[in-house]
C-alpha cells in the first residue's frame, strides 16, 4: 500500500496533489463554500513572513493559491536558496554562503524530516502532554504555556547528526548532508525544566520521550517516523526549550510549527518537531530512531566498512567541535584583500578559538572570535586577510573548543555517516 491510498496527508508535490489540504498545512486556511480561503491570524502572520509583507487583499485569495513569490519548489516554500536533497520525507540543507547572517533567518534553516508533516498546525488548538514519571500530569496548550511559564529568547544551535554524511566512504546511507544542515536561528519558547518542575519530576526518572504529530512515511497511525528523548540531566539544563516563535514570528511549518523542542549541541533529531507530547522515563527511551544504529555510533574506533555488532552503539549525545565558513563562497572571485568569516560551535562547550589557513594548512592565522550570545549559540569570527599574488587558493578552518579538542583533518568512518567535523575548506580565486 502506498501512503496515497491512504487518509495519511502527504508532502510529495505537496500543494500539486492537494492544494487545500497544503493550505490548510502551511496557513492554517479554512474553506468555504465559494472556495475562498479565510486565513485566520496566525496563517495570515505565518503568510506574510513568507512573502515579507502584509497581503492588504488576503481575502480574495482562493483557498490553495500558492502566492506566487513562494512558489518555487513547492515544498521549499518559505525557504530560500535551499538545496533539495530529498521530498519524501522532505530534507533540505543550505548552502555555506547563505549561512552567513549571525541569527540564521527561518527562510534559511535547513529542514530534516523523517516522516510526513501533520496537517493541522493551528496554534490555537494545540495541546502538549507532560506524562510518564510525574506527580501531576499536564496537557497545557499554547496559551498555557505563555501564561504560566517564564517566556525566554535564545539564539540555539541545531545541527543534524548526520551533517556532513556525504564526505564518508565507503559512503554512509541517508541523506548526503554536505555543510548545511546546522542553523542558529532565535528561537522564543518556555524552559522544558520549568515545565518539568511544575509537573514533579519522580526520583526514578532518568530519561525523556518525545512525540510529535507527524505521520510515519508508511501511513500506518500507530508507527512514529522519529521519537527520541534525552538524559533528565540534559533535559533540566536551562537552555532547552519548548519553543513557538522562530526568529520572533510564527515557526515555519517544516520546522515543526506550532510547537517543537529545541535541544542545542545535540543531534537535532532530540529536538522534536510538531510536538505533543513528553513522557519522563525511568529507562532510556526506544522510540522511533533511538535503538540499532540510528543516531548512533560504534563505541571504539572501527575500520571503514568494518560491520560492528548492534550492541557496541551508544548513543550520540553532545556534538563535536565544528566551525563553518560563510564568506566567501566556494568558488568566489575576489581581491587581494579580503575579510573572512563564519560560525563555531561545540556541543555544551565553548569554542575557544578559530584559526585560518590560506597555504593547505601549512600556517595558521587567528581570527577575530565572539562570545556566544548565549550558551547553545554558535560562535561568529572574522579575519582579514591579505593574498600574496592572484591564483587559486583554499580557506581552510579549524575551531578549538575550551577542553583543547580541535577540528581534525579525518574523522574515524562510522556505519551511517554521523559527526563529521572534519575542516571546511572553501575554494577561491584571486585577482
Ligand atoms: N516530529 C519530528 N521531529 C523531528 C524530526 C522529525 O522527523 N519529526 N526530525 C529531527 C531531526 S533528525 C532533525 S536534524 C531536526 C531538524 O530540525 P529542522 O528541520 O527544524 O531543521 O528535527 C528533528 N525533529
Ligand atoms: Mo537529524
Known amino acids: 500500500m502506498t501512503p496515497k491510498d491512504t487518509d495519511a496527508p502527504h508532502v510529495g508535490g505537496f500543494f500539486a496533489d492537494d492544494p487545500e489540504a497544503a493550505d490548510r498545512a502551511f496557513f492554517g486556511r479554512v474553506t468555504h463554500g465559494d472556495r475562498r480561503g479565510f486565513l485566520r491570524k496566525a496563517g495570515l502572520a505565518t503568510m506574510g513572513a513568507m512573502v515579507g509583507g502584509v497581503i492588504p487583499f488576503h481575502r480574495n485569495m482562493p483557498a490553495g493559491l500558492i502566492p506566487a513569490a ?3 519548489e513547492n515544498v521549499l516554500m518559505g525557504k530560500d536558496g535551499l538545496t533539495l536533497l530529498n521530498d519524501r520525507p522532505v530534507n533540505a540543507e543550505t548552502p555555506p554562503h547563505l549561512l552567513d547572517d549571525a541569527i540564521t533567518p527561518t527562510a534559511r534553516h535547513f529542514i530534516r524530516n523523517n516522516g510526513i508533516v501533520p496537517d493541522d498546525m493551528d496554534p490555537a488548538a494545540w495541546t502538549l502532554t507532560i506524562d510518564g514519571f510525574v506527580d501531576t500530569p499536564m496537557e497545557l496548550t499554547i496559551a498555557d504555556l505563555r501564561e504560566r511559564f517564564e517566556v525566554v529568547t535564545m539564539a540555539l544551535t541545531l545541527e543534524c547528526g548526520g551533517n556532513g554524511r556525504s564526505a564518508f566512504d565507503p559512503p554512509a546511507s541517508g541523506n548526503q548532508w554536505t555543510y548545511g544542515a546546522v542553523g542558529c536561528s532565535e528561537w522564543t519558547g518556555v524552559r522544558l525544566r520549568d515545565v518539568l518542575e511544575a509537573a514533579g519530576v519522580q526520583s526514578n526518572v532518568i530519561y525523556t ?5 507527524d505521520y510515519h512515511l508508511s501511513g500506518d497511525p500507530d508507527k512514529q517516523p522519529l521519537s527520541r528523548g534525552v538524559p ?19 515557526l515555519h511549518p517544516m520546522n515543526g510549527a506550532p510547537l517543537r523542542l529545541v535541544v542545542p549541541g545535540w543531534p537535532a533529531s532530540t529536538a522534536q518537531k510538531w510536538l505533543t507530547r513528553i513522557q519522563l522515563r525511568d529507562q532510556v527511551h526506544d522510540g522511533a530512531k533511538m535503538t540499532g544504529t540510528s543516531y548512533r555510533v560504534p563505541n571504539r574506533p572501527i575500520a571503514p566498512g568494518e560491520e560492528v555488532a548492534t550492541e557496541d552503539f551508544v548513543i550520540i549525545e553532545r556534538m563535536p567541535v565544528k566551525s563553518l565558513v560563510t564568506f566567501p563562497a566556494n568558488g568566489a572571485e575576489i581581491g587581494m584583500e579580503t575579510e573572512v568569516r563564519g560560525h563555531a560551535w561545540s556541543g555544551d562547550r565553548s569554542v575557544d578559538a578559530v584559526e585560518v589557513s590560506i597555504d593547505f594548512g601549512a600556517t595558521w592565522q587567528p581570527t577575530d572570535l565572539d562570545p556566544a550570545v548565549n550558551e547553545g549559540a554558535w560562535q561568529n569570527w572574522r579575519a582579514d586577510i591579505s593574498f600574496p599574488q592572484a591564483g587559486y587558493y ?16 579525518a574523522i574515524d568512518w562510522n556505519p551511517k555517516g554521523y559527526l563529521n567535523n572534519t575542516m571546511h575548506r572553501v575554494g577561491i580565486r584571486v585577482s
Do not use: C
Open 70 to 72: 513562494l512558489a518555487q
Open 209 to 213: 520521550a518525545h512525540y510529535g504529530a
Open 232 to 250: 533528565i540531566a540534559k533535559a533540566m539544563t536551562d537552555n532547552v526549550l519548548i519553543a513557538f516563535e522562530m526568529n520572533g514570528g510564527p
Open 394 to 409: 583554499e580557506v581552510w578552518a579549524r575551531a578549538t573548543d575550551n577542553t583543547g579538542e580541535m577540528q581534525p583533518h
